[in-house]
């Protein structure tokens, strides 16, 4: 009998992404405990959004914790759906993929913000860009606790489970579709008259990356 040999990936460096996030997260609770139970209540209850949208939106530590916490989890969910979906597709790239996703996460979500910065204050309506962000921002922070939970089940309990990723995609989506429509409503006089720009800005900037993934995941 010829002996077989499996390859066993190492789990080592995901086990400490992972860890390093849960402390993030563990930091923002410990740091700032009335403003984490807000926002782990953030789909339910918008009272996070209407407390802190004035204290220091965008550059609050908190802000800027739950936002490192959502940078990790995404970028290794992504990471997680290129592994099972896209298995070949990174290895001619001198980095590892991971770190070619991260890289790619950060650098589309600074565009993003600099666009929209860009697009405010071009129109004048920086006030209202600001607000705007810190509750879209706030909504997909929020959503990374379902990518964290995924991530977890994918790497230790069912690996490459496809059924997770649909299950997790549909949630994301769904935390997000809510924080966009209460948007809508608590915005509502003040995007009409800019609403063929919005109408631009979601398609290009909010819709056009899910539809990539979804028809990604589809085929």
Known sequence: MNPVYKTVDSLDWITI????????LALGKYLFQSRFLNFIILPFNNK????YNKKGRLLNWFHILLTLFQLINLSLFLFLIQKTFFANTLENFILTPFVIILIGVILFQLVKLLLQFTKGFVFNTQELISEVLFSKLSYFNHSSLVMFVSNVILVYIAKDAKIVFYTAFILIVFINAIGLA?????HQKAIIPYFFYFILYLCALEIAPLVIVGTYLKD
């Open 48 to 51: 996070y959004v209407v407390l």
């Open 182 to 186: 209460k948007l809508l409503k608590n």
């Open 17 to 24: 992404l992972l860890f390093v996030s849960l402390v993030v």
